[in-house]
Each structure stands twice: as structure tokens, then as C-alpha cells.
């Protein structure tokens, strides 16, 4: 099968195996590409209509015990890190829900304060935000103990996200060190399981080969996971990969649009955390569904891979971004219209 052919297969919704997937993905002709954004495009808008969903981003503790070696706020790393008190995680997110965001990301380091007693800190914190605000609460928090994903659950929590990054697990002993492949696989299993919606990425251009990226692609599409991503690489100073040469995001929006193709009902994110607002209509063209990374001005708050661009000029601000998307043609869905989708596709809670 050529590439045109392989796209139209998956377009009809036959699925792709892992090779499908890697010819599709190796396939770099001009005329392919094309159609494969073009085909992403009519997939997503046949399933989601014009209506994309707005996840504002609150990095609430920039500590980290962790030393993963693609990331600025690795532990051995010198720099200025924070967090935020409850009250400040309260305001931002009633912020946030009141400029019309659907979900708010709580996300972490590997803080260690939120890992005593049971994961306490982070349960409670969720509890409150769920007790302030009606819109989704994501909890990004590492890895944590299984007992933990029940608690979250029932404090209010709809999705949990832990991104594997690579499926090669060579690949992952250098990139997250002294971390465990298996159970960062099972976080997500264990969320699901607990009633929880489930997001796992990938990062590209971290040296990683085609076959490497396909493989992730099939990976995390046939886990079940509800929201997928491909992220590329920003590197950061004070990093073991600092001098990393940079990619621009030919091959992340390659993957964002096969995964459309093939896993046509997940929701896929546009991160403004990698290009800023810049890169806001390229991933939307290759075929996402979720922006993600919005953060407010003025409020001493970090992305991740862009600790930085774009958030006090106020171009990641809610009002921006939404401007932006209507200027595309797309409208931000309501509250209801997102809790609808959480409600139909939350998993079915397993004993276990
Ligand atoms: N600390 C938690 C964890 O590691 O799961 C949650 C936050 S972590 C900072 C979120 C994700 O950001 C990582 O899993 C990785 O995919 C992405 N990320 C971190 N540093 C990045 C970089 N330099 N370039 C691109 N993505 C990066
Ligand atoms: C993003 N900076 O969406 C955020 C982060 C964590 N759930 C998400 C990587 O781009
Ligand atoms: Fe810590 Fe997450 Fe960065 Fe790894 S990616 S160093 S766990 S903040």
C-alpha cells in the first residue's frame, strides 16, 4: 500500500498497524503530507465539529526529587523554584474557570511535600480546587502510589497525565534517570482503573529514530488512553542536554496527525509550552483538538518546556488564545458541552 492508500484507510476508520503507522509516518514527500494534514483535518472536524477545548495550566510547585535529564527543573539544577499556597492555587484556578478555560492542569515536580502521608497535600489540594471550581480538574503530578489514584478520584479529579516520552526503554533509562519504565506505565492504568481519564505523551527530537516514534504513536493509541500527545524537545540550559540541537516541529505535527487518523476519537493538544502562540494554528491544522499550556499573566507562574515565552506579554492568556481560535474559525466549547465528553468516556471504575 502507498502512502496516499494508507491514508485513506485509516481516513475510513480500518485502523493501522504499527507498520502502517510507520510508513505513514516515514512517508515525507510533499504532496503525502499534505493529505495527511488534509485527511487529519476532515477526521477531527467530522468527530468534533469546529469546537476545540481550552485547558488553562497551573504548575503550582516547580520543586522536583526527580533528574530527568531533557527538563529545566530537574533537581540538580540550579534555579529560582516556587509554590504556590492553596489559597493562590484556588484564585488562580476560579481565574482561570471565570475567563472560560474548560479544565484546569494542576501540575508539579516530583515535590516531595506532596508525597508525605499518603500523597495528603496533593489530595487535599485537589479536594479544594474541586470544591471552588465546576470545570475539569487534570492533576499532573509524576509518579505516585497506586493507593493514591481511589483518593484523587473521589476528591474530584477527572483526568490524570504522566507521559512516557519514548516506548524504547533504552531511550527512557537516559532520559528519566533512576526512574522505572513499568510503573510509569501503570500510572495510567492504575488512573483508569480508579475511574480516571488518562493522558500519556511523547517527546520528539530527542534522538530518537522514525520506527522509535511510530512505535510510540501505536503505544499510546492502543492503550486507551483519552488524550494523546507528541511534544518536541526544547532544550534547556543547565541540562545534560543542553547542546542538543533544536528541531523545529515538522515531525511532532507528523505524529499529531497520524494519531488523528488512526485514533480518531482522543483528544490530541496543541501545547503552546513549546513554539508559544506561534505554533497555535500548525497543530490545530494537523488535526489537534485541546489547547494546552494556557497560563496567565503577572502571576509568577512557569511553563514547562518554555518556562517563559509568551506567558507576560499575555499571549498564552485565555482572552488571547480564544481571539486567536475564532479568527481560525474554531469556537471554545461550553462547560457543558466538555463535561459531557469527560461523563461519556470517563473509564468504568475496576476492583482490583
Ligand atoms: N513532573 C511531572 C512529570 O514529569 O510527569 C509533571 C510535569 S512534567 C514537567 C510534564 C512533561 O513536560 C514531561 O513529561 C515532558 O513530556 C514535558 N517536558 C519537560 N521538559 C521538556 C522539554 N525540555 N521539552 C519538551 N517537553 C518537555
Ligand atoms: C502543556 N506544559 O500542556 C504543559 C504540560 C502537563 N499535563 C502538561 C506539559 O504543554
Ligand atoms: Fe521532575 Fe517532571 Fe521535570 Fe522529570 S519532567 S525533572 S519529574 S518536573
Same mark, same amino acid.
Given at each position: ?11 475510513? /476508520? ?60 530537574? =533537581? ?32 508539579? /515536580? ?71 519504565? =513499568? ?16 493522558? @500519556? ?14 512505535e510510540a504513536v501505536h503505544m ?26 533544536? =528541531? ?6 507528523r505524529a499529531i496527525a497520524t ?13 503552546? @509550552? ?37 506567558? @507576560? ?29 469527560? @461523563? ?5 471504575? =475496576?476492583?482490583?
Amino acid at each position: 500500500m502507498d502512502a496516499f492508500e494508507l491514508i485513506d484507510k485509516a481516513e475510513k /476508520g480500518h485502523g493501522l498497524d504499527l507498520d502502517g503507522i510507520a510508513a505513514l509516518m516515514s512517508a515525507t514527500d510533499d504532496e503525502v503530507t499534505e493529505e495527511l494534514f488534509a485527511a487529519a483535518r476532515r477526521v477531527r472536524d467530522r468527530r468534533f465539529g469546529k469546537t476545540v477545548y481550552l485547558y488553562g495550566f497551573v504548575y503550582f510547585s516547580t520543586y522536583c526529587k526527580n533528574n530527568c535529564a531533557f527538563c529545566y527543573y530537574r =533537581r540538580t539544577n540550579d534555579l529560582h523554584r516556587y509554590r504556590k499556597t492553596k489559597e493562590e492555587v484556588l484564585t488562580l484556578s476560579a481565574s482561570l474557570e471565570d475567563a472560560g478555560v474548560n479544565l484546569v492542569d494542576l501540575t508539579m /515536580g516530583e515535590d516531595p511535600l506532596m508525597y508525605v502521608d499518603a500523597h495528603r497535600n496533593l489530595i487535599d489540594l485537589v479536594q479544594s480546587v474541586r470544591d471552588t471550581v465546576d470545570i475539569g480538574i487534570m492533576v499532573s503530578p509524576g509518579a505516585i502510589d497506586r493507593a493514591a489514584f481511589p483518593a484523587l478520584r473521589e476528591a474530584g479529579a477527572d483526568w490524570f497525565a504522566c507521559y512516557q516520552e519514548t516506548y524504547n526503554r533504552e531511550m527512557f533509562a537516559k532520559l528519566r534517570l533512576e526512574q522505572d519504565f =513499568r510503573n510509569r506505565m501503570d500510572q495510567r492504568i492504575w488512573a483508569r482503573e480508579a475511574g480516571i481519564l488518562a493522558e @500519556d505523551g511523547m517527546l520528539v527530537g530527542i534522538g530518537e529514530t522514525p520506527r522509535d516514534r511510530a512505535e510510540a504513536v501505536h503505544m499510546m493509541g492502543t492503550s486507551g488512553c483519552e488524550q494523546i500527545r507528541a511534544m518536541t524537545f526544547v532544550p534547556q540550559a543547565g541540562t545534560p542536554m543542553q547542546d542538543l540541537e533544536p =528541531r523545529d516541529s515538522t515531525e511532532e505535527l507528523r505524529a499529531i496527525a497520524t494519531m488523528r487518523l488512526v485514533f480518531q476519537d482522543r483528544l490530541i493538544p496543541a501545547s503552546l @509550552d513549546v513554539e508559544g502562540i506561534a505554533g497555535l494554528k500548525t497543530r490545530i491544522d494537523a488535526g489537534a483538538n485541546v489547547i494546552t499550556s494556557i497560563i496567565p499573566p503577572h502571576q509568577e507562574l512557569a511553563g514547562v518546556a518554555q518556562p517563559e515565552l509568551n506567558i @507576560d506579554d499575555g499571549h498564552r492568556s485565555v482572552d488571547y488564545v480564544i481571539e486567536m481560535l475564532e479568527g481560525m474559525g474554531r469556537k471554545v466549547a461550553s462547560d457543558s458541552e466538555y463535561r459531557s465528553f469527560i @461523563d461519556a468516556h470517563r473509564p468504568v471504575p =475496576r476492583r482490583c
